[in-house]
């Protein structure tokens, strides 16, 4: 079933679930964010972002959603997948600046 | 394409001694490039800015004469970790931002520091 709450440190989810992870962003300036899933030893991977004139975006098993009220970002996955299992971080861009990374959630996915 | 490399992806080292890590686009341009640090089971911190031809934009509390950056080309940026001490022991990542375009960065496969 799907999770949701405020940000944790660990999702643990079935396989063929859905997956919802949050995030609280920080600076109200912000007008890029995104979510990057980063296995153990490896660079962060990018998996879909969204600008801050819209509040939801598509991609293939993923959704990001945007609430800028109260700078709330979350990350669905539909269908979750033992490899889909890593450490997801949001991030916000302040713009022209570097990016600034959330603490991330550890997902992990059980057969 | 965006492809970011970084060398060496692992180096062990003797305390008091320096490593260099190199970070290159490998097919495209980069404007700036940035470099964080990872410590275990924690987040990405960025350590520096570093765009072509000036000098690297530190963050507080990290040390400039400790961490050299140098950008000399649009291709390649390089981060030597000076008189190296244990607790320098970390993963270092690099990403770089496409040159004309604010928003996308392209992340290097991350070093793996130990110094002991």
């Known amino acids: 079933g799907e999770n949701v709450g405020l940000h944790l440190p660990t999702l643990s989810v079935q396989e063929g679930d859905n997956s919802i992870i949050n995030c609280a962003y920080s600076?109200?300036?912000?007008?890029?964010f995104i979510w990057y899933k980063q296995e153990s030893g490896k660079g962060p991977q990018f998996i879909i972002d969204i600008r801050s004139n819209m509040d939801k975006r598509q991609g293939q098993r993923v959704t990001v959603l945007l609430n800028k009220t109260v700078k709330h970002l979350s990350l669905q996955i539909a269908a979750t997948q033992p490899g889909d299992s890593a450490v997801y971080f949001c991030?916000?861009?302040?713009?022209?600046?570097?990016?600034?990374f959330g603490k991330g959630t550890t997902l992990s996915v059980s057969s | 394409g965006a492809v970011v490399s970084q060398h060496p992806s692992w180096v062990i080292c003797k305390s008091g001694t320096s490593v260099k890590i190199e970070c290159r686009s490998l097919?495209?341009?980069?404007?700036?490039m940035f470099w964080y640090r990872q410590f275990p089971k924690q987040s990405l911190m960025l350590m520096a800015t570093s765009n072509e031809g000036s000098k690297a934009t530190y963050e507080q509390g990290v040390e400039k004469d400790k961490f050299l950056i140098n950008h000399a080309s649009l291709t390649l940026s390089t981060l030597t970790v000076t008189s190296a001490h244990p607790e320098d022991s970390s993963f270092y990542i690099c990403s770089a931002r496409v040159w004309g375009v604010m928003n996308e960065q392209y992340f290097g496969p991350g070093t793996r520091l130990t110094v002991t």
């Open positions: 097919d495209f341009q980069a404007t700036t």
């Open positions: 991030a916000e861009n302040p713009a022209g600046t570097a990016l600034i």
């Open positions: 600076n109200s300036a912000s007008d890029y």
